[in-house]
């Protein structure tokens, strides 16, 4: 079983990881949607966050950028990230997921990276 979470602001991938209006967190299981639900995460500390997730079971997180400063957290929780998808709408999001055809904006994460 695998639990995807994207960020979500205006109905599409949140620009920042922590800066969403909720997560839609996807569960799979052989490749299709089981489930389907929306979770608010805590607004207070960006360092929370990869706990919130690992609380929540994720496996996976799908963001557009992610603060440097936290990436470790996420290998610390053993969950995936991937970073620099493009801004679309969530099911989109998981199609691709599905698909193993999620692509990274290469500019997007020199960005972080640098």
Same mark, same amino acid.
């Not at 994207?6 to 299709?32: A, Q, T, W």
């Not at 960006?46 to 609380?55: E, T």
């Not at 996976?60 to 610390?76: T, W």
């Not at 053993?78 to 970073?83: E, G, S, T, Y």
């Given at each position: 079983? #695998?639990?995807?979470?994207?960020? +979500? $602001?205006?109905?599409?991938?949140?620009?920042?990881?922590?800066?969403? &209006?909720? %997560?839609? /967190?996807?569960?799979?299981?052989?490749?299709?949607?089981? @489930?389907?639900? /929306?979770?608010v =995460?805590?607004?207070?500390?960006?360092?929370? *966050? =990869? !706990?919130?997730?690992? &609380?929540h079971?994720i496996t996976?997180? +799908?963001? %557009?950028? +992610?603060? #440097?400063?936290?990436?470790?957290?996420?290998?610390?929780y #053993?969950? $995936?990230?991937?970073?620099g998808?493009? +801004? !679309?709408? =969530? !099911? *989109?999001?998981?199609?691709? %997921?599905?698909? &193993? &055809?999620?692509? @990274?904006?290469?500019?997007?994460?020199? !960005?972080?990276?640098?």
């Open positions: 079983m #695998k639990r995807i979470a994207i960020p +979500v $602001n205006n109905g599409m991938l949140s620009e920042y990881f922590d800066k969403c &209006n909720h %997560y839609e /967190i996807f569960e799979l299981r052989d490749n299709y949607v089981v @489930s389907d639900e /929306i979770e =995460p805590p607004k207070d500390d960006l360092f929370s *966050l =990869p !706990q919130w997730v690992a &609380n079971n996976d997180v +799908v963001a %557009y950028k +992610v603060d #440097k400063s936290i990436i470790n957290l996420f290998s610390k #053993k969950i $995936n990230l991937f970073v998808i493009a +801004v !679309q709408s =969530p !099911q *989109l999001i998981v199609e691709a %997921y599905m698909m &193993n &055809n999620l692509k @990274s904006d290469e500019n997007i994460i020199s !960005q972080i990276i640098a």
